[in-house]
Structures are given as C-alpha cells and as structure tokens.
C-alpha cells in the first residue's frame, strides 16, 4: 500500500474517533469521564472555558507524545508517565494562567486545576494512546476537548445564568436567582438531562437513515 | 412463545394497582381530616394544591408523550401529591409543596417512563428537594394549641402564629424532648402536618398489611430496626420507652416507613431482599436522623435505598437460591450414605 493511501485511511479513522468522542459516544455523557470538574467548579462560563482550555494544555501535546514513548514503556508503567507529563504540563499552563490570564479566576478555580492532572480523561486516554497513529490520537484528544468542552460551557452558562443572573460577567436581566442551583445535585440532574436527549436524538438519526436504507433497497 | 413485558408493579393477586393506590389515598386523607382538628383548614388547602401541581404535571407530560389522559385515573400523580403535601409544615407558603410536587412528576418520574417504571420514589424526591433548597420553609412549625386555626393567607410569618421547636430538633440539639408519652403517641406536638400522628400512622400500617397494600416483609423489618437503633441511642433524661417512642415520632420516621417505604414499584419483590431492604432503610435513616443537620433524613435514607434496590432483590434472590440448593444437595448425599 502506498504512503499516501495509508495516510488517508489513518485520516478516515481519526475522523471517525473523533466524531465518537465529541459526539456519539460523547465523553462526559455516555463514558461518564471527567465529571469532577463539571460538577464542582463548572458555575460560571469563564471556570469552564478555563478548565477546557487547561485540559487542551494538557491533552494536546500528550496526545502526541504518547504514541512515539508509549512503545517503549512496559503496560503498567504507561499510566504513571503520562500523569507525570500531564502534572507536568499543568505547571506551565497553571503559571500562565495565573500571569498573564487572570490571577482572580486562578484563585476561584483553586484545587480544581491540580485536579485535572489526575482526571479520568487522561488515565482513559493514557490507556488508549500507545499503539496508534499520532494522528488518530490528536483527533481522539481533539474529539475529547469539544465533547467535555460542550459539556462543561452548557452546564456552567446554565448556572451561571440560574445563579448570578449574569454570562461571561454581563447581566442578563432575568430579576429571578435561584442560588441552589450552584449545588452539585443540580450539575448531576442537568448532565442526566443532557444525556437522555443525547441518546434521543441519536435514536432520532439511526432511525431517520435506517429509514433512508429501507427506501434504497 | 408469548413473553408479556409489563411494567412494575408485579401483582400475583386478583387486586389491582389502583386499589392500592385508592388504599393509599384514604390513608392519606385519614391525616389530613386529624391536621384539621389541629391546624383548621390550611393544611387541606396544601395537600390539594399539592395534589393539583402533581396532576397537572403528569397531565402536561402525557400530552407530551401523546398518551391518553386516561392513565391520570390511575391516580399516581395524586398519591405523590398528597404525601407531600402530609410533610409540609402547616405554616408553610402554598408554593412550596406545589414546587415539590412539580419536581417529583417531571424529574423523577416522567423521564424515567412514568408509574411503574421510576427508580425513586417520587414524593420521597420532592421532599428531599424541598428540604435541600428551602429548610428554612419545610422546618418552621407552628405552636400547636387547642382549636388553633391558622390564617390561610398565601405565607405566613413568625407574626402570624407563636413558632415551636420540633421534636425532631431537640432531640438532634441533645436538649431533653418536652412531650409526654400520650400527646406523643395522639401527635399532640409540634411537628409536620400528617407525620405526628403516631397512633394513626400504625392503624395505617395495619390497614395496609391487611389489605396487602403493603408487605409485613418492609414496614416490620423497618420498624423494629429503628427501635433497636433508638435503643441504642438514648435521649438524655429520659427513661428508655420514652426515648424511644420520642426518637420514633421525631421528622418522618414513622411516616416514611409506612407511606415512602412501601411503594410497590422501587421496592424488592422478593421477601429476602424486602426484608434486606427494610433493615437498610432503617438503620440509614436512625444514622442520618442523629448525625444529619436535615429533618428529613428518612427521605435521603429513602432515595439511596431505592438505588440499591435492584441489586437487594438480585443478589437476595440467587442467595436464597443457592443456599436452598447447596442444602438439598447435602441432604441428598446425607441420605445417599
């Protein structure tokens, strides 16, 4: 096989996996990783949008490191390195955060930001990322980031709306608060929510093209 | 072979699901009718707009689900109603069992597939929703006193009526309970509107037992568990009946067991796992009523038993099983020799 229909058919699969981790099989609604942060520190947009950007930090350069090391390492030891690099990573990606970002925001996010070192998305990652194609890793990280992404920004907007009456810090005049909705339990009904109507309409798409096959044949 | 796939609750008997839940409904309104002679009418007005909000509910989620409104007769939507509204504090504002009610229908029950196929206990949510986001409503009780009649403005305030300390909170604040043992057993103190009548709540218990509402296998198993754990844990400065009457009539104790408890759909079939279950319940929530900062901490032991349910009733069952076989097979090979 040639080098360039090798490369297309690694680019077809990656493609794929990361329409599965965005989307279909969506990381935080059907494999359940990566829930800490969103139930905990996921109440205001700006704490969302910085726990996905320190977790593209983290995921994107491991994603590509990992399949050129993760050879070399024996099994057991692939979890250990890769949360190593990780903490690593997020050195650098706290540091700048607290500099040149937003030393407030810093603060309120506090110990989450250690957290996500050691959160489930690596170790499924850490796992998955040793024998396969530095592409098909980076769309896989890819693919993870806009799923936990998606999840986290809804969640915390919602709240942030239900709480503050605020997005993003600007008022959005609705005079009604309703401050339990900072309260994990409401984190754990909405991402319940969100994932009966993720599986509502992936039924809804299976049986509309399952519908389109019956016409052709 | 036709294999029939119907919803809990599984009734072997000739009754029906709606007999039982007219059975619960007149239980009900037995507590209701006793809050009248304590409160006037302000309680009735809360348990029937608790029960408009829940109907209402499920009405809007068959229209969404485009189902035929006939499946209100089978009148769910009211028990859940009713029961919530029994918990509510008799001064409490109008908008709160009906928030409660609301929740249970729409969150706890309707996405799940409506009667029959919930995990939880639907009034069991909403009160553990009430008493999550407005304590300060669901656990200020009136004073009681004789022939009181509560003003039945939409929220009442500490001017409208003298507020008392539950027994529920004196008992968690360590301070010695000021009741005597025959208001506590006529539900003479202060408290929720349907849950102190202690007297009552047992004849409803053994009209539910007899009239199979409810299986001996749960309430009993409960009870007893949580007497055992009252025993354990005595009031200070009184004798041990007393303490453990006391602690059994405090927050929802009693009442959970009875109406909360029981629901034919969240728990086990078999009557290992009921038994199970029934113990669990009990001692959660002797554990949260002592340790817990909330009232209603049988409403939380409630909702995590519900979880654990199902793996009651499996692990029960093939236990039961396999510990029957494994002595017939010895029996088998005793006679053998």
């Keep these: ?217 | 072979m036709k294999m029939n796939n119907n919803p809990a609750p599984h009734i072997r008997t000739e009754q029906k699901s709606r007999h039982m839940i007219m059975d619960v409904l007149i239980a009900a309104s037995v507590l209701y009718v006793f809050s009248v002679f304590n409160y006037g009418m302000r309680p009735v007005y809360i348990g029937l707009l608790s029960i408009l909000s829940s109907v209402t509910c499920e009405a809007i989620c068959c229209l969404i689900r485009r189902r035929s409104l006939r499946t209100l007769l089978d009148g769910s939507a009211a028990v859940t109603g009713a029961l919530i509204g029994l918990v509510m504090s008799p001064m409490v504002a109008y908008w709160v069992p009906m928030v409660g009610s609301a929740f249970a229908v729409l969150v706890v029950k309707a996405p799940f597939g409506g009667y029959g196929r919930n995990v939880f206990n639907p009034a069991a949510a909403g009160i553990a929703l009430l008493s999550y986001c407005t304590p300060q409503r669901m656990f200020t009780y009136p004073a009681i006193g004789a022939g009181m009649q509560l003003p039945l403005d939409m929220e009442l305030t500490a001017q409208d009526a003298s507020v008392g300390t539950s027994l529920a909170a004196q008992i968690r604040d360590g301070a010695t309970p000021t009741v005597n043992r025959l208001h506590l057993l006529l539900g003479d103190f202060v408290g929720p509107i349907g849950a102190t009548a202690t007297v009552i709540l047992l004849a409803c218990a053994a009209y539910f037992i007899i009239r199979r509402t409810a299986s001996a296998w749960t309430i009993l198993p409960y009870l007893i568990t949580c007497v055992l754990c009252a025993w354990c844990t005595p009031c200070t400065g009184l004798d041990t009946l007393h303490s453990i009457l006391a602690q059994m009539c405090a927050g929802y104790v009693l009442f959970a067991g009875v109406f909360l408890l029981n629901d034919p759909v969240t728990a086990p079939r078999f009557w290992l796992g009921r038994i199970l279950y029934g113990v669990f319940a009990g001692a959660l929530t002797m554990l949260l009523q002592q340790v817990g900062r909330m009232e209603a901490g049988s409403c939380f032991a409630i909702l995590i038993v519900n979880a654990l349910s199902p793996i009651i009733d499996r692990w029960s069952y093939y236990g039961w099983r396999n510990i029957t076989r494994l002595l017939r097979i010895r029996r088998e090979v005793k006679a053998h020799e």
């Design chain 1, 1 to 217: 096989m040639s080098k360039r229909k090798t490369f297309r058919r690694h680019f077809w699969q990656a493609a794929d996996s990361f329409i599965e981790t965005a989307v279909t099989q969506n990381i935080v609604l059907v494999q359940a990783i990566g829930l800490c942060p969103i139930i905990a520190a996921g109440v205001t947009l700006q704490s969302g949008v910085a726990l996905t950007a320190c977790t593209a930090a983290i995921l994107l350069p491991l994603s590509l490191i990992m399949p050129f090391i993760g050879n070399y390492l024996p099994k057991w030891l692939r979890p250990v390195v890769y949360v190593l690099l990780a903490a690593l990573l997020l050195v650098g990606a706290a540091y700048l955060l607290e500099t040149y970002i937003s030393p407030e925001l810093y603060a309120r996010l506090y110990v989450f930001i250690p957290i996500i070192a050691v959160n489930m998305l690596h170790a499924h990652n850490a796992s998955m990322a040793q024998t396969m194609h530095p592409l098909e890793t980076l769309f896989e990280a890819l693919g993870s980031i806009v799923g936990f992404g998606a999840v986290i920004c809804s969640i915390s907007a919602l709240r942030e709306i239900a709480v503050n009456s605020t997005l993003w810090g600007h008022p959005v005049g609705i005079g009604y608060v309703l401050p339990e909705v900072a309260s994990p339990f409401t984190a754990f009904l909405m991402l319940g929510f969100m994932a009966a109507l993720l599986q509502w309409v992936r039924q809804r798409v299976s049986a509309y093209f399952r519908g389109k096959e019956a016409e052709h044949q």
